[in-house]
Protein backbone atom coordinates (compact mmCIF):
# COMPACT_ATOMS: atom_id res chain seq x y z
CA UNK A 1 0.00 0.00 0.00
CA UNK A 2 0.90 3.73 -0.79
CA UNK A 3 2.78 4.68 2.43
CA UNK A 4 1.98 8.34 2.50
CA UNK A 5 -1.62 7.02 1.92
CA UNK A 6 -1.46 4.68 4.93
CA UNK A 7 0.11 7.14 7.19
CA UNK A 8 -2.87 9.78 6.53
CA UNK A 9 -5.22 7.51 7.29
CA UNK A 10 -3.48 6.21 10.51
CA UNK A 11 -3.04 10.20 11.66
CA UNK A 12 -6.78 10.54 10.75
CA UNK A 13 -8.30 7.23 11.96
CA UNK A 14 -5.16 5.73 14.87
CA UNK A 15 -4.24 2.55 14.66
CA UNK A 16 -7.15 0.47 16.24
CA UNK A 17 -9.83 0.83 13.74
CA UNK A 18 -13.03 1.49 16.19
CA UNK A 19 -17.02 2.35 15.48
CA UNK A 20 -17.54 5.55 14.38
CA UNK A 21 -21.02 7.59 14.51
CA UNK A 22 -21.76 8.06 10.90
CA UNK A 23 -24.50 6.63 9.31
CA UNK A 24 -23.46 3.66 7.76
CA UNK A 25 -20.22 3.77 8.99
CA UNK A 26 -17.62 1.33 10.06
CA UNK A 27 -18.35 -1.58 11.56
CA UNK A 28 -16.61 -4.35 13.55
CA UNK A 29 -18.01 -7.43 11.73
CA UNK A 30 -14.86 -10.04 11.51
CA UNK A 31 -12.76 -7.52 10.72
CA UNK A 32 -14.60 -6.43 7.00
CA UNK A 33 -15.79 -2.93 6.76
CA UNK A 34 -19.03 -1.54 4.91
CA UNK A 35 -17.27 0.12 2.31
CA UNK A 36 -19.95 1.15 0.30
CA UNK A 37 -21.84 2.77 2.73
CA UNK A 38 -18.85 4.66 3.77
CA UNK A 39 -18.18 5.18 0.27
CA UNK A 40 -21.48 7.15 -0.35
CA UNK A 41 -21.32 8.98 3.26
CA UNK A 42 -17.58 10.57 1.84
CA UNK A 43 -19.31 11.67 -1.08
CA UNK A 44 -22.56 13.10 0.78
CA UNK A 45 -20.40 14.79 2.80
CA UNK A 46 -18.27 16.44 -0.25
CA UNK A 47 -21.47 17.99 -1.05
CA UNK A 48 -22.16 19.31 1.78
CA UNK A 49 -18.79 21.08 1.65
CA UNK A 50 -17.55 19.12 5.27
CA UNK A 51 -14.11 18.12 3.34
CA UNK A 52 -12.01 17.08 6.62
CA UNK A 53 -15.47 14.56 7.25
CA UNK A 54 -15.17 13.53 3.74
CA UNK A 55 -11.20 12.65 4.25
CA UNK A 56 -11.98 10.32 7.23
CA UNK A 57 -14.32 8.67 5.58
CA UNK A 58 -12.31 8.01 2.03
CA UNK A 59 -9.06 7.15 4.45
CA UNK A 60 -10.84 4.24 6.22
CA UNK A 61 -11.49 2.81 3.03
CA UNK A 62 -8.16 3.34 1.63
CA UNK A 63 -6.88 1.45 5.01
CA UNK A 64 -8.66 -1.80 4.46
CA UNK A 65 -8.27 -1.06 0.21
CA UNK A 66 -5.68 0.87 -1.27
CA UNK A 67 -6.55 0.72 -4.34
CA UNK A 68 -10.06 1.38 -4.22
CA UNK A 69 -11.31 3.38 -6.80
CA UNK A 70 -14.23 5.27 -5.01
CA UNK A 71 -12.01 6.11 -2.37
CA UNK A 72 -8.89 7.41 -4.42
CA UNK A 73 -11.28 9.96 -6.32
CA UNK A 74 -12.84 10.49 -3.29
CA UNK A 75 -9.66 11.73 -1.88
CA UNK A 76 -8.22 13.29 -4.66
CA UNK A 77 -11.99 15.68 -5.23
CA UNK A 78 -11.21 16.35 -1.51
CA UNK A 79 -7.99 17.87 -1.64
CA UNK A 80 -8.79 19.80 -5.02
CA UNK A 81 -11.44 21.43 -3.41
CA UNK A 82 -9.05 22.55 -0.75
CA UNK A 83 -6.51 23.63 -3.67
CA UNK A 84 -4.15 21.05 -3.03
CA UNK A 85 -3.64 20.17 -6.65
CA UNK A 86 -0.33 18.33 -6.26
CA UNK A 87 -1.91 15.77 -3.43
CA UNK A 88 -5.00 15.14 -5.77
CA UNK A 89 -2.65 14.37 -9.10
CA UNK A 90 -1.41 11.62 -7.09
CA UNK A 91 -4.53 10.45 -6.02
CA UNK A 92 -6.10 10.48 -9.15
CA UNK A 93 -3.12 8.84 -11.11
CA UNK A 94 -3.12 6.19 -8.35
CA UNK A 95 -6.35 5.25 -9.36
CA UNK A 96 -5.97 5.17 -13.11
CA UNK A 97 -2.95 2.96 -12.44
CA UNK A 98 -5.08 0.72 -11.11
CA UNK A 99 -8.59 1.20 -13.08
CA UNK A 100 -7.51 2.87 -16.15
CA UNK A 101 -10.15 4.98 -18.34
CA UNK A 102 -11.63 5.66 -15.10
CA UNK A 103 -13.71 8.91 -16.36
CA UNK A 104 -14.22 10.75 -12.71
CA UNK A 105 -10.60 10.16 -12.50
CA UNK A 106 -9.39 11.64 -15.58
CA UNK A 107 -11.63 14.40 -15.24
CA UNK A 108 -10.42 15.39 -11.84
CA UNK A 109 -6.97 14.74 -12.92
CA UNK A 110 -7.19 17.00 -15.68
CA UNK A 111 -8.75 20.14 -13.78
CA UNK A 112 -5.65 19.54 -11.27
CA UNK A 113 -3.56 20.04 -14.03
CA UNK A 114 -5.05 22.95 -15.22
CA UNK A 115 -5.21 24.50 -11.63
CA UNK A 116 -1.41 24.42 -11.53
CA UNK A 117 -1.42 26.02 -14.79
CA UNK A 118 0.09 22.51 -16.60
CA UNK A 119 -2.17 23.13 -20.12
CA UNK A 120 -0.06 20.46 -22.02
CA UNK A 121 -0.59 17.71 -19.42
CA UNK A 122 -4.40 19.02 -18.95
CA UNK A 123 -5.16 18.54 -22.61
CA UNK A 124 -3.50 15.31 -22.71
CA UNK A 125 -5.66 13.64 -19.91
CA UNK A 126 -8.93 15.51 -21.45
CA UNK A 127 -8.12 13.74 -24.53
CA UNK A 128 -8.16 10.52 -22.71
CA UNK A 129 -11.37 11.56 -21.44
CA UNK A 130 -13.20 12.19 -24.59
CA UNK A 131 -12.10 8.81 -26.37
CA UNK A 132 -14.49 7.47 -23.85
CA UNK A 133 -17.32 10.52 -24.14
CA UNK A 134 -16.16 12.48 -27.08
CA UNK A 135 -19.61 14.60 -27.19
CA UNK A 136 -19.11 15.70 -23.73
CA UNK A 137 -19.53 19.62 -24.19
CA UNK A 138 -17.85 20.20 -20.74
CA UNK A 139 -14.53 18.98 -21.55
CA UNK A 140 -14.09 19.65 -24.76
CA UNK A 141 -14.34 23.70 -23.79
CA UNK A 142 -12.07 23.08 -21.12
CA UNK A 143 -10.05 21.61 -23.91
CA UNK A 144 -10.49 24.18 -26.09
CA UNK A 145 -9.71 26.88 -22.97
CA UNK A 146 -6.60 25.28 -22.34
CA UNK A 147 -5.35 25.83 -26.15
CA UNK A 148 -6.15 29.36 -25.87
CA UNK A 149 -4.06 29.33 -22.46
CA UNK A 150 -1.02 28.23 -24.29
CA UNK A 151 -1.84 30.48 -27.29
CA UNK A 152 -2.77 27.05 -30.33
CA UNK A 153 -5.31 29.53 -31.95
CA UNK A 154 -5.33 26.71 -34.90
CA UNK A 155 -6.83 24.06 -32.04
CA UNK A 156 -8.62 26.51 -29.37
CA UNK A 157 -10.61 27.79 -32.40
CA UNK A 158 -11.56 23.96 -33.89
CA UNK A 159 -12.22 22.64 -31.46
CA UNK A 160 -14.68 25.22 -29.84
CA UNK A 161 -16.20 25.11 -33.01
CA UNK A 162 -16.83 21.64 -32.35
CA UNK A 163 -18.59 22.26 -29.48
CA UNK A 164 -20.85 24.87 -31.49
CA UNK A 165 -21.78 21.89 -33.99
CA UNK A 166 -23.35 20.02 -31.18
CA UNK A 167 -24.47 23.13 -29.48
CA UNK A 168 -25.01 26.18 -31.64
CA UNK A 169 -25.61 28.64 -28.94
CA UNK A 170 -23.17 26.71 -25.93
CA UNK A 171 -22.06 29.92 -23.92
CA UNK A 172 -19.07 29.04 -22.65
CA UNK A 173 -17.83 28.48 -26.33
CA UNK A 174 -19.30 31.58 -27.88
CA UNK A 175 -18.06 33.40 -24.83
CA UNK A 176 -14.30 31.34 -25.42
CA UNK A 177 -14.42 32.45 -29.23
CA UNK A 178 -14.43 36.38 -28.38
CA UNK A 179 -11.58 35.75 -25.87
CA UNK A 180 -9.64 33.65 -28.21
CA UNK A 181 -9.70 36.40 -30.83
CA UNK A 182 -9.56 38.85 -28.37
CA UNK A 183 -6.23 37.43 -27.15
CA UNK A 184 -4.97 37.25 -31.13
CA UNK A 185 -6.06 41.20 -31.34
CA UNK A 186 -8.57 39.96 -33.83
CA UNK A 187 -11.07 42.31 -32.20
CA UNK A 188 -14.02 42.74 -34.94
CA UNK A 189 -14.13 38.61 -34.86
CA UNK A 190 -14.08 38.61 -31.25
CA UNK A 191 -17.17 41.51 -31.29
CA UNK A 192 -18.89 38.85 -33.38
CA UNK A 193 -19.44 36.25 -31.13
CA UNK A 194 -19.41 38.51 -28.00
CA UNK A 195 -22.54 40.40 -29.42
CA UNK A 196 -23.81 36.98 -30.43
CA UNK A 197 -24.28 36.46 -26.57
CA UNK A 198 -25.57 39.52 -26.31
CA UNK A 199 -28.34 39.12 -28.50
CA UNK A 200 -29.40 35.56 -27.86
CA UNK A 201 -29.47 37.07 -23.72
CA UNK A 202 -30.58 40.30 -23.61
CA UNK A 203 -31.92 40.67 -20.32
CA UNK A 204 -29.52 38.97 -18.23
CA UNK A 205 -26.28 39.26 -20.02
CA UNK A 206 -23.21 38.46 -18.20
CA UNK A 207 -20.78 41.93 -16.98
CA UNK A 208 -18.24 40.28 -18.09
CA UNK A 209 -19.19 40.44 -22.08
CA UNK A 210 -20.55 43.73 -21.63
CA UNK A 211 -17.10 45.05 -20.84
CA UNK A 212 -15.55 42.69 -23.56
CA UNK A 213 -17.51 44.34 -25.85
CA UNK A 214 -16.37 47.47 -24.29
CA UNK A 215 -12.84 47.00 -24.71
CA UNK A 216 -12.94 46.05 -27.81
CA UNK A 217 -14.28 49.15 -28.73
CA UNK A 218 -11.45 50.80 -26.90
CA UNK A 219 -9.02 48.84 -28.93
CA UNK A 220 -10.56 49.48 -32.26
CA UNK A 221 -10.93 53.14 -31.10
CA UNK A 222 -14.53 53.34 -31.82
CA UNK A 223 -15.10 55.12 -28.31
CA UNK A 224 -18.57 56.15 -28.71
CA UNK A 225 -19.95 52.66 -29.52
CA UNK A 226 -18.00 51.24 -26.47
CA UNK A 227 -19.73 53.81 -24.41
CA UNK A 228 -23.37 52.28 -23.68
CA UNK A 229 -21.89 48.79 -23.09
CA UNK A 230 -19.61 50.31 -19.64
CA UNK A 231 -22.64 52.06 -18.97
CA UNK A 232 -24.81 48.74 -19.03
CA UNK A 233 -22.38 47.31 -16.62
CA UNK A 234 -22.36 50.22 -14.21
CA UNK A 235 -25.91 49.69 -14.18
CA UNK A 236 -25.60 46.39 -13.07
CA UNK A 237 -22.75 47.39 -10.62
CA UNK A 238 -21.82 50.67 -9.60
CA UNK A 239 -18.24 49.84 -8.67
CA UNK A 240 -16.91 48.04 -11.26
CA UNK A 241 -13.79 48.66 -12.00
CA UNK A 242 -13.35 47.58 -15.68
CA UNK A 243 -16.44 49.44 -16.40
CA UNK A 244 -15.53 52.50 -14.68
CA UNK A 245 -11.94 52.19 -16.34
CA UNK A 246 -13.38 51.48 -19.63
CA UNK A 247 -15.44 54.92 -19.90
CA UNK A 248 -12.38 57.05 -18.49
CA UNK A 249 -10.63 55.62 -20.97
CA UNK A 250 -12.96 56.16 -23.53
CA UNK A 251 -13.87 59.49 -22.41
CA UNK A 252 -9.63 59.83 -23.14
CA UNK A 253 -9.39 58.68 -26.23
CA UNK A 254 -12.54 61.32 -27.40
CA UNK A 255 -10.62 63.98 -26.01
CA UNK A 256 -13.01 64.80 -23.19
CA UNK A 257 -10.98 64.79 -20.52
CA UNK A 258 -13.60 66.65 -17.96
CA UNK A 259 -15.62 63.58 -17.95
CA UNK A 260 -12.62 61.15 -18.53
CA UNK A 261 -12.11 62.39 -14.35
CA UNK A 262 -15.44 61.71 -13.51
CA UNK A 263 -14.47 57.84 -13.49
CA UNK A 264 -11.35 58.32 -12.62
CA UNK A 265 -12.38 60.09 -9.58
CA UNK A 266 -14.68 57.46 -9.17
CA UNK A 267 -12.08 54.71 -9.17
CA UNK A 268 -9.53 56.30 -6.91
CA UNK A 269 -12.69 56.55 -4.12
CA UNK A 270 -12.29 52.41 -3.45
CA UNK A 271 -8.31 52.35 -4.57
CA UNK A 272 -6.66 55.95 -3.56
CA UNK A 273 -3.31 54.00 -3.76
CA UNK A 274 -3.53 53.01 -7.20
CA UNK A 275 -0.87 54.55 -8.77
CA UNK A 276 -1.45 53.94 -12.84
CA UNK A 277 -4.97 55.67 -12.07
CA UNK A 278 -3.43 58.54 -10.56
CA UNK A 279 -1.38 59.25 -13.14
CA UNK A 280 -3.97 58.94 -15.57
CA UNK A 281 -6.06 61.75 -13.96
CA UNK A 282 -2.83 63.66 -13.94
CA UNK A 283 -2.77 63.30 -17.45
CA UNK A 284 -6.59 64.63 -17.35
CA UNK A 285 -5.94 67.31 -15.44
CA UNK A 286 -2.52 68.33 -17.74
CA UNK A 287 -4.88 68.38 -20.50
CA UNK A 288 -7.34 70.48 -19.13
CA UNK A 289 -4.02 72.89 -18.18
CA UNK A 290 -4.84 72.47 -14.29
CA UNK A 291 -1.40 72.35 -13.82
CA UNK A 292 -1.52 72.54 -9.66
CA UNK A 293 -3.91 69.35 -9.74
CA UNK A 294 -1.78 67.63 -11.96
CA UNK A 295 1.03 68.07 -9.87
CA UNK A 296 -0.49 66.84 -6.75
CA UNK A 297 -2.33 63.73 -8.65
CA UNK A 298 1.90 62.66 -9.98
CA UNK A 299 3.29 63.85 -6.98
CA UNK A 300 0.97 61.23 -4.85
CA UNK A 301 1.88 58.53 -7.40
CA UNK A 302 5.12 59.54 -7.25
CA UNK A 303 4.52 59.37 -3.46
CA UNK A 304 3.66 55.54 -4.10
CA UNK A 305 6.35 54.27 -6.32
CA UNK A 306 8.78 55.52 -8.90
CA UNK A 307 6.35 55.96 -11.98
CA UNK A 308 7.80 56.90 -15.51
CA UNK A 309 4.18 58.79 -16.75
CA UNK A 310 3.93 60.52 -13.57
CA UNK A 311 7.54 61.88 -14.37
CA UNK A 312 6.92 62.85 -18.05
CA UNK A 313 3.70 64.70 -16.67
CA UNK A 314 5.94 66.60 -14.43
CA UNK A 315 8.17 67.10 -17.38
CA UNK A 316 5.49 68.00 -19.38
CA UNK A 317 4.10 70.91 -16.96
CA UNK A 318 7.23 72.04 -16.65
CA UNK A 319 7.85 72.33 -20.01
CA UNK A 320 4.24 74.14 -20.51
CA UNK A 321 5.78 76.73 -17.61
CA UNK A 322 8.70 77.38 -19.84
CA UNK A 323 11.17 76.20 -17.27
CA UNK A 324 12.82 73.92 -19.66
CA UNK A 325 16.09 73.54 -17.49
CA UNK A 326 13.55 72.15 -15.05
CA UNK A 327 12.25 69.81 -17.49
CA UNK A 328 15.60 68.47 -19.43
CA UNK A 329 16.83 67.46 -16.05
CA UNK A 330 13.96 65.41 -15.06
CA UNK A 331 13.81 64.02 -18.76
CA UNK A 332 17.60 63.77 -18.69
CA UNK A 333 17.45 61.51 -15.62
CA UNK A 334 14.13 59.42 -16.73
CA UNK A 335 16.34 58.51 -20.09
CA UNK A 336 19.37 57.06 -17.80
CA UNK A 337 16.67 54.81 -15.85
CA UNK A 338 14.71 53.62 -18.69
CA UNK A 339 16.36 54.02 -21.56
CA UNK A 340 14.63 52.50 -24.17
CA UNK A 341 10.94 54.81 -23.50
CA UNK A 342 10.85 56.61 -26.36
CA UNK A 343 8.60 58.68 -24.86
CA UNK A 344 11.22 60.52 -22.80
CA UNK A 345 13.57 61.14 -26.48
CA UNK A 346 10.96 63.03 -27.70
CA UNK A 347 9.95 65.58 -25.09
CA UNK A 348 13.51 66.06 -24.50
CA UNK A 349 14.30 66.93 -27.96
CA UNK A 350 11.35 69.14 -28.11
CA UNK A 351 12.49 71.21 -25.08
CA UNK A 352 16.01 71.57 -26.81
CA UNK A 353 13.32 72.95 -29.79
CA UNK A 354 11.89 75.17 -27.43
CA UNK A 355 15.35 76.73 -26.61
CA UNK A 356 16.07 76.50 -29.93
CA UNK A 357 18.86 74.60 -29.88
CA UNK A 358 18.46 71.88 -32.65
CA UNK A 359 21.40 70.31 -32.75
CA UNK A 360 20.90 68.81 -29.25
CA UNK A 361 17.62 67.81 -30.23
CA UNK A 362 18.52 65.67 -32.83
CA UNK A 363 21.65 64.63 -30.82
CA UNK A 364 18.91 63.25 -28.58
CA UNK A 365 17.14 61.24 -31.12
CA UNK A 366 20.11 59.69 -32.67
CA UNK A 367 20.86 58.35 -29.16
CA UNK A 368 17.73 56.58 -29.05
CA UNK A 369 18.22 55.32 -32.72
CA UNK A 370 21.83 54.32 -31.07
CA UNK A 371 20.22 51.80 -29.21
CA UNK A 372 19.00 50.01 -32.36
CA UNK A 373 15.30 50.93 -31.53
CA UNK A 374 12.44 51.48 -33.57
CA UNK A 375 10.13 54.17 -33.52
CA UNK A 376 8.17 55.97 -36.13
CA UNK A 377 7.27 59.17 -34.45
CA UNK A 378 11.02 59.43 -33.44
CA UNK A 379 11.61 59.06 -36.99
CA UNK A 380 9.48 61.67 -38.34
CA UNK A 381 10.93 63.99 -36.21
CA UNK A 382 14.74 63.46 -36.60
CA UNK A 383 13.67 63.51 -40.64
CA UNK A 384 11.69 66.63 -39.93
CA UNK A 385 14.79 68.44 -37.96
CA UNK A 386 17.21 67.46 -40.72
CA UNK A 387 15.50 68.39 -43.89
Not at 158 to 183: R, S, T
Request: aromatic letters at 12%; a neutral charge; hydrophobic letters at 35%.
Amino acid sequence: MNDEIRSFAMNVTGENFRKTDFTGGIEESNGFFEISELSKRGYQLLKENRISDAIDCFSKILIVDENNNYALVGMGDATRKQSRFKEAVEYYRHCLNHHPGNNYALFGLADSYKALNQYHQAIEIWEQYLIHDNKNNTVLTRVADAYRKIRDFKHSRAVYLQVLEIDENNPYAIIGLGHLHYDFKEYRDALYYWEKMVQTNKENVDIRVLTSIGNCHRKLKTFEEGIPYFEKALERDCYNFYALFGLADCYRGMNQQHLSLKYWNRILEQDPRNKVILTRAGDAYQGMNDFEKATDYYHRALNIEFDTYAVLGLAEIAKAREKYGEAIESLLALIKQDPKNYRSYIKLADCYIKKSEKNKAIEVLGGFQKLGMRNMLVIDLLDKLRA
